[in-house]
């Protein structure tokens, strides 16, 4: 697809960080400097920790760093309908079975290697349950997950900054025991109806793409094109947190900061201002290529901060 219609696709489950930020800066870069659309979404599917207030906050940050978005925003709580859709049409295709396995099952699974499968990946033990084995787990009353046969199926994309991604893809779960339809479900029937074109987002998302490229083709939707950008980590080396100073833009507002001042430091971390800058969005979109990110995007540096310069290893 040669588009770049793109989006920003938060969980309402806390603040945004300066990582979340420069992540959805970059993805409204990708739009905005191609002249595209640029939607939200709301990937509210964990209703135990999502909150409307952290809804209405991330909204408002991304406003004040000047990300704006065309019409309103797609909120994954209301189209359980679309997806069940979604599972019918897995289901003709007989792809989709229950799974009964408890956590512990899967930790104890996850540690086990399985040939062409990815560490963590589900080795497919409820696919190979015997009739009288399901018909007993059927009477236990326990509810079951449902998942899809995907047979370690090597699935490949091109991403734009990494190149070409391959991975055998396993078994996923498209809805859980409570009955919430699973992520990589959502965000891929979600992806095809906003008329996503092209998906930016972090690297840590990268190795589940292949399940959402199969997920796609299986259901013959449009498959995006894919850029995964590096992280802002921490001091450490581990993901941003607390504990690596005022990470969010109301703790920099709290410190006299502007909204301007952090988008030039987010900005200034992949090198598209001098490290001080104050550009404003219109220079932002004309300075900004997206073959000519970095390879590894260094620390954010705002005073506070812990100043290490961490990149991210898968760059
Ligand atoms: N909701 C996910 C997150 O906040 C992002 C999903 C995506 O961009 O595909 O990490």
Redesign the pocket.
Request: net charge neutral; proline share 6%; no cysteine.
């Given at each position: 697809m040669s588009g770049h219609d793109g989006?920003?696709?938060?969980?309402p489950?806390g603040p945004l960080h300066l990582g979340?930020l420069r992540t959805a800066l970059l993805a409204w870069l990708f739009a905005r400097s191609a002249s595209s659309r640029f939607l939200l979404?709301i990937?509210d599917l964990d209703r135990g920790r999502s909150r409307p207030e952290h809804e209405d906050g991330q909204l408002r940050d991304l406003a004040a760093i000047g990300v704006d978005w065309d019409g309103e925003p797609l909120r994954q709580s209301q189209r359980a309908d679309r997806y069940e859709e979604a599972l019918s049409q897995l289901r003709a295709l007989g792809l989709v079975y229950p799974c009964w396995c408890t956590r512990a099952d899967l930790r104890q699974a996850a540690s086990a290697p399985h040939g062409e499968l990815p560490e963590g990946s589900y080795p497919g033990t409820c696919r190979e349950l015997s009739s009288r084995q399901r018909a007993e787990r059927e009477r236990s009353g326990r509810p079951a997950a449902l998942r899809v046969r995907a047979d370690a199926e090597p699935v490949a994309f091109a991403d734009r900054r990494l190149g070409r991604v391959e991975t055998a893809v396993d078994d996923l779960v498209v809805r859980r025991a409570d009955g919430t339809h699973a992520?990589n479900l959502a965000?891929v029937v979600d992806?095809a109806d906003q008329g996503v074109q092209e998906?930016v987002?972090?690297s840590?998302?990268a190795e589940t793409t292949p399940r959402?490229v199969w997920l796609a083709r299986r259901l013959g939707l449009p498959e995006p094109a894919y850029a995964h950008v590096p992280l802002v980590l921490g001091g450490d080396g581990r993901r941003l947190a607390k504990r690596d100073g005022a990470i969010t833009l109301e703790a920099r507002l709290a410190l006299g900061e502007r909204p301007a001042t952090v988008r030039g430091a987010l900005a200034a971390s992949v090198g598209l201002c001098a490290p001080g800058d104050e550009p404003d969005t219109a220079q932002l979109i004309a300075a900004f290529d997206p073959d000519r990110l970095p390879r590894a995007a260094p620390h954010v540096r705002l005073p506070g901060l812990v100043p290490d310069a961490s990149t991210d290893p898968r760059g």
């Open positions: 989006r920003y696709a938060p969980s489950t979340n979404r990937e992520y965000v992806d998906v987002r972090g840590d998302l959402q």
